[in-house]
């Protein structure tokens, strides 16, 4: 019976090469999120990893790059789960519950606190990493802009700058004490802050209730 030719050492199919980078990613977010950049070895990526120090700097280059590259790797598709969120038909005031839930729950999870404090951290040393940092929550405000001024044209609430409200939005759930210090809150009390900043927003985005729901825009 035939047999397949042998496979050339030391050439990694692609599905290979691409579960080793998954693989030395998620090791060194692991890493960087715990300890920093600079107290974080290449050694204990390595080892996490399950390879070879001389594999991590083939695939990356430096420690630099490896690091700019898990932070990158580090920040959830959040702007796609906000989106799922917003949907034209829903209710606005039970929308707004989702978004300020989900947002209250994202900002308290130990990933994303100890991202916040790694990019914050090393932003002298890494201006573009916090750039990018920057971007990434632009980009995942986007849809809600979008949702706020879609609700504004409808007459559902009044806000002239949707953007700027959007902003707003994220600044009072990420501008609490616990959440800038890292301090574990409950399910319970992260949900009355949560409805707490709906009514503070609903009173200032002046919302008029009504009982029809936006149809989608086309």
């Keep these: 019976m035939a047999t397949a030719a042998p496979r050339a050492a030391g050439r990694p199919t ?20 715990a300890e920093g950049f600079g107290a974080a070895r ?33 920040m959830q598709d959040l702007r796609g789960r906000i989106e799922q969120l917003l949907k034209p038909s829903r ?3 039970k929308t707004l519950s989702l978004l300020l839930r989900t947002l209250t729950e994202h900002m308290a999870a130990t990933d994303t606190i100890q ?9 002298n ?17 986007e849809p809600v802009a979008e949702f706020i001024a879609s609700a ?10 949707a953007p700027a409200a959007a902003r ?15 301090i574990p809150t409950t ?11 709906q009514q503070l927003l609903l009173s200032a985005w002046r919302y008029t209730q009504s009982s029809q729901t936006h149809e989608p825009q086309v």
């Design 42 to 74: 290449v050694e204990e990526i390595a080892a996490l990893a399950g390879i070879s120090k001389t594999t991590v700097y083939r695939q990356f280059g430096t420690k630099e790059d490896l690091f700019r590259a898990a932070i990158s790797h580090g």
């Design 152 to 161: 504004a044209r409808g007459g559902t609430i009044k806000v002239d700058d």
């Design 187 to 197: 399910r319970a009390h992260r949900e009355q802050r949560a409805a707490h900043i």
């Design 14 to 33: 692609q599905d290979a090469a691409a579960e080793l980078r998954e693989r030395l990613l998620s090791a060194a977010t692991q890493i960087f999120r």
């Design 91 to 93: 209710e606005f005031e």
């Design 125 to 141: 040393r890494f201006p573009d990493v916090a750039n990018g940092f920057v971007r990434y929550v632009n980009e995942m405000l």
């Design 168 to 182: 707003d939005l994220l600044t009072l759930v990420a501008g609490s004490t616990e959440v800038l210090m890292g």
């Design 115 to 123: 991202i916040t404090r790694v990019v914050v951290g090393e932003s």
